[in-house]
């Protein structure tokens, strides 16, 4: 688990300003362990700060996810996504994530990085998102 030093840093090496709503919003996932919703880091955090607005927990939890700080899932496949903060010993990786019980595992395997550049059709700045659904060895 990252400290709160070394998160800082991370936004700051990324040009996002420590403003109150971060500091606060990394307080928060720092006590917070697994895959949390941003309804669910809002009330946590609205128990601190009652001016805390949930859309600039939102944009918030955008930015960091931009710059890598936190990983972002679909778990349920339904649109609502759950956050938690990156482990910086993987490198880009992807998410394995069981239907049944929510578990959600890393996968350190880039399909992008199997396209050719005909493939790729001469796009550039390419980004990805692939997550695979199906059963965890508890669950089957």
Known sequence: MPSLLTLKGKLLQNGLKLTKSRLLLLEVLLEMPGWVTAS????????RDKAAHFST????????TGIS???RVDKENN????????????EHHHHLICKSCGKVAALDFCPLNV???GDLQEFSGLECRFEVYGYCKSCR
Do not use: F, Q, T
């Not at 927990?57 to 960091?64: E, I, Q, S, Y």
């Not at 649109?79 to 993987?90: R, S, T």
């Open 57 to 64: 927990v939102c944009r918030n939890l955008d930015a960091m």
């Open 79 to 90: 649109g609502i996504y759950y956050y938690a903060l990156h482990d910086h010993k993987l």
């Open 69 to 71: 700080l936190l990983c």
């Open 40 to 47: 669910e880091i809002y009330k946590k955090l609205a128990e």
């Open 115 to 117: 396209l050719s550049a």
